[in-house]
């Protein structure tokens, strides 16, 4: 099953019914570099996508967050679900200041004190995890496949529903575009995969 949540309302009610606690897997944009010629996830759009990613999550009483940690929709939805007071897991594929250069400052916008303070708080509670990742590009999509292995991990070991959740611009780019091929692996897992979209 899909859905696009980006203009709908208690979407847990309508597949589920009523759930004591929902596990979210959730890839995204991040934000465009300032010479994008096809815009995934204008800056200009960050506050709009937040807005859309946290009224998602206010759907649910309570739950569990997991994913990384690059500018954009990892910290927006991190951001936000700490503000629900969500349980948040974040998943990195090498060292937190390797990936802050990497994913995090290469891109516009203040995502820097955003990263630490929710690295920190994360890693407080025991809930940063770092993998050995492999290196280049591979090393992203080795951590989709951690992040939907944990939420299948944490989903087994509890009994509560799972989901995964894409924020992007709609657009599959092929087999280099690491948001489409989550969707297509958290379907191949049964999930259900809801869409926010990242465009005006």
């Known amino acids: 099953m899909e859905y696009d949540f980006t203009h709908g ?4 009610s309508i597949v589920y019914g009523e759930l004591g606690h929902m596990i979210l897997a959730l890839v995204g944009r991040r934000i465009d570099p300032p010479e994008a010629d096809h815009p995934r996830f204008p800056l200009r759009n960050a506050d709009r996508v937040r807005s859309r990613i946290r009224a998602l999550l206010a759907s649910q009483a309570s739950g569990t967050l997991v994913c ?14 700490g503000e629900q007071g969500w349980k948040r ?30 690295l920190a708080e994360v890693a407080e509670r025991g809930d940063l995890r770092t993998e050995f990742a492999p290196s280049g590009r591979e090393a992203y999509s080795f951590v989709n496949e951690c992040i939907l292995a944990e939420t299948e991990r944490l989903a ?11 924020v992007w611009d709609g657009d599959d780019y092929g087999p280099a575009d690491l948001t489409a091929v989550f969707a297509a692996m958290a379907r191949k897992r049964g999930m ?9």
């Open 156 to 166: 087994g070991a509890t009994g509560h529903h799972r989901a995964a959740v894409i």
């Open 9 to 12: 309302e208690g979407w847990w």
């Open 68 to 81: 990384s940690a690059a500018c954009g929709a990892d910290l927006l939805a991190l951001d936000a679900a």
């Open 89 to 118: 897991r974040v998943i990195l594929p090498f060292g937190p200041a390797r990936f802050r250069e990497t994913s995090v400052m290469d891109r516009p916008g203040p995502w820097g004190p955003l990263y630490e303070r929710i």
């Open 192 to 200: 259900t995969v809801l869409q926010v979209s990242t465009l005006d």
